[in-house]
């Protein structure tokens, strides 16, 4: 079977015409590219070279997170195979331009973007899925859709994220949790192989016996730091049964969510790898005389990989510690039924900063108290702009501390949840409304950093993370830098937080 982009793509005509705009002529100058650069770089790609001012420059460099349109690309070099890729490689670091690689464009912390080349994988989305053996083979950008495309209904699941939009490549080479990790491991887990296209533009091979240390930082070292992934091959887990019990229940108001953070802590500590779920408290608009503590939604929901009376009395703490529910969901669904629930289109674009915490025990009830009263006083509370608190409970386990911390790059392996306060923002929101809002997440942070490891998920990158290499990496960090230094020792591949090249 197969699946991935079939369309042609469109000709873009870059130098038929002297006019360009005048931020394009600026950000050329300060790049030192020189148009004529530019010119052989787009005859030598059998793709495509997208400028400021082509028809489709700014649908390709458009990034999924709205707080960092402003960042813009000299150019976009929309690549068909691993020649054009090392071609932009070559030519990144013949003209000393930074070349970001873009695959689903969903970089939390926008490092799909840049000022340099950005180098769109977009068109290598192909799949080849063996439905016998379970192997399966894409290409660098080939997103969750593909995926699904290929498994869906069959025998077979890649463990991995519910945004179809969201490229796999970066999933895993970040780790790759989903509501399928509790009882199926990561996505990085399954990782197989991989072929990257390094600084020197060669294309390398990598798993456990060729290139073993590149193998090693690719799963879990994130993407931006080693070369550009052109190709993944996965081994997929097979689904244990065909039936799974699912639950969701709904309660409103501060004292519901102090008291669903808590319990659904300790309803983890405790959970076979068979379940898989998640917790969540938003502030959200009030209703006709309501205050704002009570303006607060909070749901709990997950599948379990076994029968639904098993499920029930596994979740039955929660609705004793917070109380009926306000809607509750007990039932059986097909296993494909609920994976097609949970997978998520596109959203609207939006702005959204969010931080992560790993925590590895309960955190105490006066804790997750003053987390609900912060969502209460939370500086903006609509549809579009608000803050919420996300408990993911997919992370830990049997399954996924099976592997130890430091046998891949993804270091995060000893522990209960992920806390991440999320706020998100409309496109037309005031830079005092997002500000109040990012001061609102580092509260959130701050109230739990004291009883949580120093430990963040570097798939939920942020700028603001100054401690980023030890939250990121942990005791994995010096490691990576050492595969930095053989791979890539002149940095051609950076970002803000992408592993540094050891220096001397």
């Known amino acids: 079977m197969r699946a991935g982009a079939a369309g042609?793509?469109?000709l873009y005509l870059p130098f038929a015409t002297e006019a360009r705009s005048a931020s394009w002529h600026a950000r050329a100058a300060n790049a030192r590219v020189s148009k004529r650069a530019l010119r052989e770089l787009w005859r030598a790609l059998r793709g495509g070279l997208l400028l400021p001012g082509d028809p489709a420059y700014d649908i390709a460099m458009t990034p999924a997170n709205a707080r960092y349109d402003g960042i813009k690309p000299i150019a976009v070099a929309q690549v068909l195979d691993e020649r054009d890729v090392t071609t932009c490689i070559n030519w990144a670091r013949a003209h000393d331009v930074p070349p970001v690689v873009r695959g689903g464009g969903h970089s939390y912390a926008g490092y799909s973007m840049t000022e340099g080349l950005m180098v769109d994988l977009g068109l290598m989305t192909s799949v080849d899925f063996n439905k016998d053996t379970g192997i399966g083979v894409m290409e660098g950008a080939a997103r969750n859709q593909n995926i699904l495309n290929v498994t869906v209904d069959g025998e077979w699941v890649l463990p991995g994220g519910t945004c179809l939009p969201v490229g796999v490549g970066g999933l895993a080479l970040g780790g790759g949790i989903g509501y399928n990790t509790h009882w199926a491991g990561l996505t990085c887990d399954h990782m197989v192989s991989s072929r990257i296209a390094t600084a020197d533009g060669r294309v390398l091979h990598i798993d456990a016996g060729s290139h073993p240390d590149l193998f090693w930082a690719c799963r879990g070292g994130a993407g931006g730091s080693f070369g550009?992934?052109?190709?993944?091959?996965?081994?997929?887990?097979?689904?244990?049964?065909?039936?799974?019990?699912?639950?969701?229940f709904d309660w409103r108001g501060v004292d519901a969510a102090a008291a669903a953070l808590e319990a659904f802590d300790k309803v983890l500590k405790d959970a076979p790898a068979a379940l898989n779920a998640v917790a969540q408290?938003?502030?959200?608009?009030?209703?006709?005389?309501?205050?704002?503590?009570?303006?607060?939604?909070?749901?709990?929901?997950?599948?379990?990989?076994?029968?639904?009376?098993?499920?029930k009395d596994l979740v039955e703490p929660l609705v004793k510690a917070v109380g009926t529910p306000l809607k509750t969901q007990n039932t059986t669904l097909k296993y494909w039924d609920f994976q097609r629930m949970i997978a998520t289109a596109e959203a609207a674009r939006h702005g959204f900063g969010d931080i992560s915490r790993y925590s590895e025990r309960p955190l105490p009830a006066h804790v997750y108290g003053e987390v609900a009263n912060l969502l209460a006083d939370c500086p903006s509370r609509s549809d579009e702009t608000n803050g919420s608190m996300w408990s993911l409970g997919w992370i830990g386990g049997r399954v996924v501390n099976s592997i130890g911390r430091r046998e891949?790059?993804?270091?995060?392996?000893?522990?209960?949840?992920?806390l991440r306060a999320t706020p998100v923002w409309a496109l037309d929101a005031s830079k005092s409304t997002i500000d109040d809002l990012m001061a609102w997440t580092h509260q959130m942070i701050d109230l739990i950093r004291p009883h949580t490891p120093n430990e963040s998920y570097q798939n939920f990158p942020n700028?603001?993370?100054?401690d980023w290499k030890r939250e990121y990496y942990a005791e994995n960090y010096d490691r990576l830098v050492k595969v930095k230094t053989k791979y890539d020792r002149h940095n051609l591949f950076h970002n803000p937080q992408s592993i540094p090249p050891r220096r001397g």
Request: hydrophobic share 40%.
């Open 463 to 466: 700028r603001d993370i100054k």
């Open 228 to 248: 550009i992934n052109t190709q993944f091959t996965f081994h997929l887990q097979k689904i244990p049964r065909q039936d799974v019990g699912f639950y969701r």
């Open 408 to 418: 891949t790059a993804y270091v995060h392996r000893d522990m209960l949840t992920m």
């Open 8 to 10: 042609a793509i469109g």
């Open 281 to 311: 408290a938003q502030a959200v608009p009030l209703k006709a005389g309501e205050g704002k503590r009570d303006a607060i939604t909070v749901f709990s929901r997950g599948q379990y990989i076994g029968p639904l009376s098993e499920l």
